[in-house]
């Protein structure tokens, strides 16, 4: 995570001098120091962060195309004529473990148009979806199952 918090203060100062890497470098191990004493960051979550590294940049990937697909649906349905609104509230139940996995899943159901998480009850997320087609197949998403992959590699 030091390494991130570095390479990150790297590129927002545009340029690479002596006094930006060392300060750099002092600057990113003191905050690692201060999530680990402070906030209860652990070491091996670094361990967990590079194995799940591909299936985070996956995740990302799937996110984003995700994204555009539901944005060309919802720009489609706006200018569709006659159009019913189908709107339609689900309930479905997913396995996923991990609270942060479930925040995951619930914010990328919500940041994707057309659908919003109302609410997470230990295992059941109810969504809004403004067509009953947004709806298809949500409970078994390629989110669910990079999630699930993803927890099973602790």
Do not use: R
Not at 36 to 46: E, F, I, M, S, T
Not at 54 to 63: A, C, D, E, R, T
Not at 91 to 111: C, H, R
């Amino acid at each position: 995570m030091a390494l991130v918090f570095f390479v990150v203060w790297v590129i927002l100062n545009g340029k690479i001098t002596t006094e930006i890497i060392l300060f750099g470098l002092a600057i990113s191990a003191l905050i690692y120091l201060f999530i680990w004493k402070v906030l209860g960051y652990k070491p091996q979550n670094d361990i967990l962060l590079f194995k799940n590294s591909i299936n985070i940049i996956l995740y990302i990937f799937i996110l984003e195309y995700e994204i555009i697909k539901a944005n060309i649906a919802v720009i489609c349905l706006m200018f569709k004529p006659n159009c019913n609104n189908n709107a339609k509230i689900i309930k479905f139940d997913v396995d996923l473990q991990s609270e942060i996995a479930k925040a995951i899943l619930a914010n990328s159901i919500t940041i994707t148009p057309g659908t919003i998480t109302i609410s997470v009850d230990e295992n059941t997320f109810t969504v809004h979806c403004l067509h009953s087609s947004f709806a298809d197949g949500i409970d078994e998403s390629s989110f669910v199952k990079l999630l699930k992959k993803m927890e099973n590699k602790k």
